[in-house]
Every structure is written in C-alpha cells, then in structure tokens.
C-alpha cells in the first residue's frame, strides 16, 4: 500500500535555530497537509496546500512557518526560528482530492526544541 | 471559531459491549473526519462523512451524522480488545480541520 513518508523521525535542535522537515506523499496525490501533535494534547491543523500554493492555514501558521514543493516530490515544512513550544510531533497528509477523500498521514516527525 | 467537542475523554469497556462516542461542533462543517490513533503511532483514517444523515460502517465501527443537530457518532459494536485506541473527530468549515479532544478507549477482557 502506498505510504506518507517523513523525515527525519526524530529532530532535536537548539531554540533559534530553523527546522526542515520533509514529507514524500503519495505519488498520485494532489492535496498535502501538515498538522501537529504536542505531546498528550489533541492534533491541531497547520496548514493545507494544493497546486503548488497554500489553501488554508491555521492561526498557529505565523510567518515562522512556510511550506514548499521544491523539486515536484518533496513537501516541506520550515520552521525559521523554533521556540520551546514547536516542539510536538509533525505529521503530514497527503490526499487524492479535496473533498470526501480519504487523507492518508505519514509516521509524524519529532520535533524537540532545547 | 469551530469548537468541536468529544465525549467522553475516556472509556473503559468490556469486551462484548457496545458503546457511543460523540462528537459536538459548534458552526456548519463540510464533512467530518473520524480518525484512530494508537499509542505512539500516526492517525489512520477511518470514516469520512459528508452530508446529513450518512452513515458508514467497518467492521464493528459506525460512524453517522446530523448536520441539523451538528452531531456526529462512533458507535462501537461488540468491543474487542483490539479496538482499543484514541479516536478522533475532525471537522473540517472553510477548509481547516478542527479536532477533538480525543477519546482514549480500552477494551478490557
């Protein structure tokens, strides 16, 4: 069965410091996401994005955070300048369309700021 | 703001029961999500469901919903032990997903 594939697993990084985290949807797949888990509390919503620009985006989703498709497989999400409280877990979703599609999640990235 | 409330936070059930998870919202949605979540894992998908009154079912899952009463149920039907997990709804108005607080389930022998 195709997968949501993220890297890295696991980030620690220092507080200031800027966070790449990549997400290789599934191949036919047009809608990405990006949500987030801290730990023990629910998942909020990041941001959605489709042909290459984004849709929607949360209030959590202030200019330290930016999303791209670089090179046409790649998503990622870039966290400029992490504070304390980035740190959670990081999933990504891919889905086929938009609406009464299914939204697959990648395995998540643990982001922890020190 | 979409305030989307879960009910209850936890249950503990016998194997063989069944029982009702639901899932509030406060403004109109255009679909709702349920989702499950083991401990440490990822989410699976489980139900998407888009208009007043539909109703699927998987397994020993069956999610409905009431748009009018913005409502949205996971029944659990002759719970399993491997039924145990977290549940989420997700709600998704003007294109942002707005989660629950989760419901921790654990079906005991």
């Known amino acids: 069965e195709p997968e949501v594939t993220q890297t890295p697993s696991h980030q620690v990084t220092q507080m200031g410091q800027e966070v790449i985290l990549r997400c290789v949807p599934i191949s036919n797949h047009l809608y990405f996401y990006w949500y987030r888990q801290i730990l023990g509390q629910k998942v909020e919503f990041l941001v959605s994005f489709y042909n290459n620009e984004i849709s929607e985006k949360s209030e959590i989703f202030d200019d330290q955070f930016s999303v791209e498709r670089p090179d046409g497989s790649n998503f990622t999400l870039k966290i400029r300048s992490t504070k304390l409280e980035d740190s959670a877990m990081y999933f990504c979703?891919?889905?086929?369309?938009?609406?009464?599609?299914?939204?697959?999640f990648g395995e998540g990235s643990w982001l922890t700021v020190v | 703001e979409l305030k989307v409330e879960q009910n209850p936070l936890f249950l503990s059930m016998q194997e063989g029961k069944n029982y009702t998870i639901y899932c509030n919202y406060s403004t109109t949605s255009d679909r709702l999500y349920w989702y499950r979540q083991d401990p440490g894992k990822s989410l699976e998908s489980l139900f998407v469901?888009?208009?007043?009154?539909a109703v699927k079912q998987e397994g020993r899952l069956m999610a409905s919903l009431d748009t009018k009463a913005r409502l949205s149920t996971l029944h659990i039907t002759a719970a399993v032990h491997d039924l145990s997990a977290t549940y989420f709804c997700?709600?998704?108005?003007?294109?942002?997903?707005?989660f629950g607080d989760g419901t921790t389930l654990t079906v005991k022998p």
């Open positions: 997700a709600v998704v108005s003007a294109g942002k997903s707005t």
């Open positions: 979703a891919t889905s086929k369309g938009f609406s009464g599609n299914t939204i697959y």
């Open positions: 469901l888009l208009s007043n009154g």
